[in-house]
Every structure is written in C-alpha cells, then in structure tokens.
T-cell receptor
Framework: KAGVTQTPRYLIKTRGQQVTLSCSPI?????VSWYQQTPGQGLQFLFE???????NKGNFPGRFSGRQFSNSRSEMNVSTLELGDSALYLC????????????FGPGTRLTVL | AQTVTQSQPEMSVQEAETVTLSCTYD???????LFWYKQPPSRQMILVIR??????QNATENRFSVNFQKAAKSFSLKISDSQLGDTAMYFC????????????FGQGTRLTINP
C-alpha cells in the first residue's frame, strides 16, 4: 500500500506570495492532519480534516488555511507569505480522527525569500 | 494544555550498545496515547512504537521498548543492540482521547550511533 505523498517536495517563494501544498493520504485513510516543523518551534499542529470538515485548528494566523476533498486528499494554503513561514510542512493520515496512529508523508520544504 | 518534554537534546552511543531516551509529559487527561517517532536525516518521520495509557504492559517492537510510568508521567524509549540505521531525531508525542485531538510533540532528541 502506498504511503502518504506530498507535492511538491520543495518550494521557493518570495514574501507576499501565496502557496498551495498537496497531500494524498494512504488509501482508505480519511483523516488528514498538517504540521509545521521549524528548528526553533519544533513540530506544531496546523489543522485536521475528516470527511471534508476541519475538526481542529492550531494556533496559526488566518493566512494558513486548508481543505479536504471527497477522495480525502487535502491541500493547505498559505497567503501573503512571510520569512517566518519557511519550514518543513508535514502531512499525516490516519484511518479515523482521534487517537488512530498518524502516518507521515515526506513533507514539503518551503523556503520564503 | 498538554506538554511533552524531552530533556536530552543530543545523545551519542556506540553501535550495539543500549540507549534510553527520556520523555515526560503533562496532562490532566486520563485516557491518552503516547508515541515515539523517528525522523532520519532528510527522510520522513516513521512510527517507532505506540502505547495506550490504559494498558499497564509496556509496548515492545523488536529492539525498541518503552518504560511507561503513568503516575510519574514518564515515557522513555529503550533501543537495544543499536544499529547505524538508528541514527535519527526521535520525537516523543502525545494525543488525548478527548478534547483537541492533535499530536503534541516534544522538541526531539538527536541520536547518533557511532561505528
């Protein structure tokens, strides 16, 4: 069974631009969560989706948004990029929300110049 | 709010040695789950081991085992017969059964296995 895939793997953007990251969960998994990983702040939860609905959202500004499609694929969008948004963005999928084990994708490395 | 603390930023051992990584957490929840994830250099995060808080028996996966002390809110990972491929960042993580169901991670321990 294929793992979680994320595209693109690397992105370079400039301040003020917007970016969309994509995540395809493991087949059969319906819950998708997003995390931001930086050297300073570590791993921080962004949001979680299940059945096309956002169930939880982390403490991030409204510039960070996401959605989930009927096939469970998810996208996250960051508008008006700032230098501090440079990070590894990780997507994780699980069968269901709550306490099911989350399996991570390889991440998208975003660099904001 | 739940917090997870890993007090060892870096550790280094020789191949074949046993190493223990520490993790403590703080929560008022009674039902929760704990995880250790491994993130090798430039590679994706993979699950090492999972522990349900309601289970008294410590989880074991081949060379990896945990020492779960619920009263002390401690969840350490022991790696036996360490191998070069165990070199990675190790993250301890917590998720509650109720409330905001999101993984809360520690800051990580960078483990290096030397030949």
């Amino acid at each position: 069974k294929a793992g979680v895939t994320q595209t693109p793997r690397y992105l370079i953007k400039t301040r003020g631009q917007q970016v969309t990251l994509s995540c395809s969960p493991i087949s059969g998994h319906r819950s998708v969560s997003w995390y931001q990983q930086t050297p300073g702040q570590g791993l921080q939860f962004l949001f979680e989706y299940f059945s096309e609905t956002q169930r939880n959202k982390g403490n991030f500004p409204g510039r960070f948004s996401g959605r989930q499609f009927s096939n469970s694929r998810s996208e996250m969008n960051v508008s008006t990029l700032e230098l501090g948004d440079s990070a590894l963005y990780l997507c994780a999928s699980s069968l269901r929300p709550s306490t099911d084990t989350q399996y991570f994708g390889p991440g998208t490395r975003l660099t904001v110049l | 709010a739940q917090t997870v603390t890993q007090s060892q930023p870096e550790m280094s051992v020789q191949e074949a040695e046993t190493v223990t990584l520490s993790c403590t957490y703080d929560t008022s929840e009674n039902n929760y789950y704990l995880f250790w994830y491994k993130q090798p250099p430039s590679r994706q995060m993979i699950l090492v081991i999972r522990q349900e808080a309601y289970k008294q028996q410590n989880a074991t996966e081949n060379r990896f085992s945990v020492n779960f002390q619920k009263a002390a809110k401690s969840f350490s990972l022991k790696i036996s017969d360490s191998q070069l491929g165990d070199t990675a960042m190790y993250f301890c993580a917590f998720i509650a059964d109720q409330g905001a169901q999101k993984l809360v991670f520690g800051q990580g321990t960078r483990l290096t296995i030397n030949p």
